[in-house]
DNA sequence: AAAAATGGTCAAGTAGGTTGACTAGTTCGG
DNA sequence: CCGAACTAGTCAACCTACTTGACCATTTTT
C-alpha cells in the first residue's frame, strides 16, 4: 500500500470522525440542550455508572484537572451530581441527574440518527463490518477532545 | 441498528483517528521536524500546488485568521514561503520550503507505518474497502484541529 | 506506623482558536 | 467604466479549554 493511499485513508478517518462529532452535537441541540461536543462522551462513561473523575480524565484522555473542570461544568448546569463514594472517602462517584440522562439518550439518538444515514450510503452490512474492523484497530483508546 | 451499536460504531471510529493522528505526529517528531499535529493537513494541502491562505482555512475548517496564524508559525519555522501571487495582487501563494517538503514526506512515512500495522491487523483488502466506505461517507470535509 | 501512591481541587499559565475592524485589490451592476 | 459590493489577508483583542504545579485528604504499600 503506497503512501498516498495511506494518506487518502487518513484524511477519510479524520474527515469521518469531523463530521460525527458535528452531527451529534448539532443533533444534541436541536433537541434543546446546551453543550460542547465533548459531554455526550463524557455521559455514556457516567451514564455506566462508577464513574470519578480520574476514570473521565483516563476515557477522554485528558488531565484529572481538565475532567474535573467539566464535570463543574456539568454540575453546574444541573446534568451531573457529585456523591460521596461508597469505597473510598477520596473519591466522588459522578451520577447522571434526570436531565442528564435526558440529555445522554439525546446525544444516543443522534449518534443514531447519523450512522443511520451512513448505513443507506455505503449498506447496512457494509458499516457493521467498518465498526468490527475499527475496534479491532482501536479497542477502547481514549475519546480525545481534539488533536 | 440500535443506538448501541451507533454509539460503539462513534467511540470506534474517533478512538481510530485520535490514535491516527497521535501516532502521525509522533512519527514525525521520531524524524527530527518540531511541529503540531495540525501541520501534517496543512502540508499536504501547500504541497498539492496554488494554495492561499483562504484555502487552507477551508481545508482545515477554521477561519483565515488561525489559517494565517498557523502559516505565520510555518514560516517563521522555515517550511513555508509566501509569495506573491500570479493572478491576485490580494492573495498570496504558499509555497513549500525544501525543509518542508522533507517534514511532509516524514508525515507521508509516518502515516504509512500506521497504516501499514493496521493493514497486518485486520487484512489489506478489508482497510481498502474501509477506506473505500469511508470516503464515500465524507469525500473532502475539512479536517478538523479539534472538536 | 512511616512512606509512597492516589483522588480531587485550586490557581496560574498557555495554545490555539474566535470575533471584529481594517486595508488593498477584485468583480459586478448599471 | 465607475462606484458598490465583495474577497484576500492581516492586526489586535479576547476567550475557551486545556496544561503544569502545588497542595490536602485519604488509601495502599512496606
Do not use: C
Not at 461536543?37 to 488531565?63: C, K, M, P, Q
Not at 448505513?119 to 475496534?135: F, P
Amino acid at each position: 500500500m503506497q503512501n498516498s493511499e495511506a494518506l487518502s485513508l487518513s484524511f477519510a478517518l479524520l474527515a469521518t470522525a469531523g463530521e460525527l462529532v458535528r452531527r451529534i452535537n448539532d443533533g444534541v441541540v436541536a433537541r434543546g440542550f446546551e453543550g460542547r461536543s465533548a459531554y455526550g462522551f463524557a455521559f455514556t462513561r457516567i451514564a455506566a455508572g462508577g464513574a470519578t473523575v480520574s476514570d473521565l480524565a483516563g476515557h477522554l484522555g485528558v488531565t484529572k484537572q481538565a475532567a474535573s473542570q467539566l464535570v463543574d461544568e456539568l454540575v453546574r448546569k444541573g446534568y451531573v451530581e457529585r456523591r460521596p463514594h461508597p469505597r473510598d472517602a477520596r473519591a466522588r462517584l459522578l451520577v447522571l441527574t434526570e436531565r442528564g440522562w435526558a440529555n445522554t439518550r439525546a446525544a444516543e439518538e443522534a449518534a443514531a440518527d447519523v450512522v443511520r444515514e451512513w448505513s443507506a450510503l455505503v449498506g447496512e452490512e457494509e458499516l457493521r463490518a467498518l465498526g468490527r474492523q475499527l475496534l479491532r484497530i482501536a479497542p477502547n483508546g481514549p475519546i480525545r477532545p481534539s488533536w
